[in-house]
């Protein structure tokens, strides 16, 4: 017997210690593999084209993220670029004199409205140089349409076809789900409009919740036919017709009705990028990705000046805890402020936000900080796809507050969401709590039994004062009187535009425009980016990846699905006090 322990013994250990050696031998791979992607030197050929494949999910800013670029099929690093990297490929390649054009080649853009339409604009302001932008896809959904529509000349397979259908604002609710669970969520909130708790009390959405999506939808999608309209010479009435009636079901309707320039396969695009060469023979097209010309010597060339204007990213859902890349918490994003503010090259600050809210308590944390900064220098925010409640909150006393036409904002209102499992506890799976309490209210925000009246009050009460604030913050920042950030606010969303018309937005404009805000306010003519928070080294963030902290990979892997799982694993960390977004509204 004693013999059958030590072998076991001997195998658990053997078990753990291979283990461990594994997990080393990953993390020098994926270390050597990233370590090598980013210090080799790319040397690209005259007559080279920038290759826009956007097939990957996009964010502000690029990721520090091991498993997001890592490829399990064959090991490799696929570097997936940031918006603020593929903003400055495209501005960089318009100087290069090595790049004859860009090519687009993306069917579906992973990026929101206000993302696309800042690269789009990036595309716009290309072509001012004379160079070529040709777009080609085997089929094209709206958004990516409506980004590739600034090509000229725009391709489509012969067998492809334009997904143009008009846009779809579709919410998600649980309720019912909840109700079979035995799970029944108690609801305080402030403001007509704030329905980000009716996924979870409605089975559809509200009259009020459908005026505003309706509203916010329409805005979005009078600014897409715009756009569309502009560069195809083909009126906004046509364009709702062509919708309406699914006109566009095959790809020689799309050129018939003059989507596109032509109908090719990949070998006859090719060809025709080769034509563009008049002085050279090739037998490819010198096509560079954005990946590989982040690494050439023109695109790294900076500015000799030791003045700085610092870009503060924050994206995600503002949470209790450290943040990270895609979740705002009070330390990364409060750090990277004062930082900013303590150091005495960077003269101006721009505050990128992306995010539908979150705790309040937390973007209070975040203004009180951004309230301080603002003292010494100037502060600029830019709103990327949304900017909504505690997003809205951390921008509202800014110098100057900038969003894209179709960034989602607003969002003036606070909620609280308490679970109530008694049900699901007790008749579902048979358990059952008991307690003794020194004080009748130390079970305040228990979650195995319904508050009380008095409980529900107090909530209601803080909820009350937080909105109080929350308006007063705005009022203040944005120079207004209380009862008209009232008026606007109660939790309805606006869209940038309609944001610019009631006060709540200065100026229609993405980062790039922000940062020269910033510079004009700094008396600023020559300058470097910093870019703040300081990502973390590759390795540490690997074993963050490896702890769980990382949602990219999981996305990647469980696509759409995704999004549910991370509903519910945000909601259970939720402080109870929400500044949030009304809805996770998907537009389709």
């Given amino acids: 017997m004693a013999q059958f322990f030590k072998f076991t013994l001997a195998t658990i250990l053997g078990i753990f210690i291979a283990g461990i050696l594994s997990i080393f031998i990953i993390l020098g791979i994926i270390g050597s593999l990233m370590s090598s992607a980013e210090d080799t030197e790319v040397v690209i050929p005259s007559h080279s084209i920038l290759n826009l494949k956007l097939d990957f999910p996009i964010n502000d800013r690029s990721l520090n993220d091991p498993l997001s670029q890592l490829d399990f099929t064959d090991f490799s690093i696929q570097q997936n670029p940031g918006l603020d990297e593929i903003i400055r490929s495209i501005q960089k390649a318009k100087e290069d004199p090595n790049i004859d054009g860009i090519y687009l080649s993306t069917s579906s853009i992973m990026a929101g409205m206000s993302s696309t339409q800042e690269i789009r604009k990036a595309l716009e302001n290309f072509k001012e140089s004379g160079k070529f932008v040709v777009a080609y896809a085997t089929g094209f959904d709206q958004k990516t349409y409506y980004l590739a529509s600034v090509a000229k000349p725009l391709f489509l397979h012969p067998e492809g076809l334009i997904l143009f259908t008009g846009l779809n604002g579709q919410v998600t609710f649980f309720t019912g789900a909840l109700k079979k669970l035995g799970v029944d969520m108690q609801i305080i909130r402030h403001g007509q409009f704030k329905s980000a708790v009716e996924p979870f009390m409605l089975e559809k959405m509200s009259d009020a919740s459908k005026k505003q999506t309706s509203a916010l939808i329409e805005s979005v999608w009078a600014e897409l036919l715009k756009g569309i309209a502009d560069e195809r010479k083909i009126s906004i009435g046509e364009l709702n017709i062509y919708a309406d009636e699914l006109r566009l079901n095959d790809a020689k309707s799309a050129l018939e009705l003059g989507f596109v320039d032509g109908l090719k396969y990949a070998d006859e695009v090719k060809d025709h990028l080769l034509s563009y060469n008049k002085t050279e023979k090739q037998d490819d097209p010198n096509l560079i990705s954005v990946g590989k010309y982040i690494r050439t010597s023109f695109y790294k060339e900076l500015s000799s000046s030791r003045d700085k204007i610092a870009v503060i990213y924050a994206s995600g859902e503002i949470m209790p805890g450290k943040g990270n890349d895609t979740q705002i918490g009070e330390e990364n994003i409060v750090k990277a402020l004062r930082s900013a503010r303590e150091n005495s090259h960077v003269k101006a600050i721009v505050l990128r936000i992306n995010s539908p809210g979150g705790s309040a308590l937390i973007s209070d944390l975040i203004w009180r900080e951004a309230e301080l900064t603002k003292s010494e220098k100037p502060l600029i925010a ?34 609280g969401m308490i679970p109530n499992i008694q049900e699901l506890m007790n008749d579902k799976l048979g358990i059952t709590f008991d307690a003794v309490m020194t004080n009748k209210n130390a079970d305040f925000l228990d979650i195995t039994k319904p508050m009380s009246p008095f409980q529900q009050a107090v909530i209601q009460k803080n909820i009350e004062n937080t909105y109080s604030s929350f308006v007063g913050k705005v009022a203040a920042g944005r120079k207004m009187k209380i009862e008209d950030v009232d008026a606007i606010g109660q939790g309805r969303v606006w869209t940038g535009e309609q944001a610019l018309k009631i006060g709540l937005v200065d100026q229609l404009g993405g980062l790039e425009e922000a940062i020269v805000a910033a510079a004009e306010l700094a008396k600023l003519k020559e300058y470097k980016i910093l870019s703040l928070p300081v990502q973390k080294d590759p390795i540490m963030q690997l074993l963050d990846d490896l702890s769980g902290e990382s949602s990219v990979w999981l996305s990647k892997e469980l696509g759409e699905y995704a999004k549910y799982l991370k509903l519910f694993n945000t909601i259970q960390k939720r402080d109870m006090i929400q500044a949030r977004m009304p809805f996770d509204l998907e537009i389709n």
């Fill in 382 to 415: 830019s709103m990327s796809d949304v900017a909504a409640s505690g997003g809205y909150y951390i921008a509202c006393n800014a110098h100057k507050i900038f969003a894209e036409p179709t960034t989602i904002t607003g969002s003036i209102g606070v909620f």
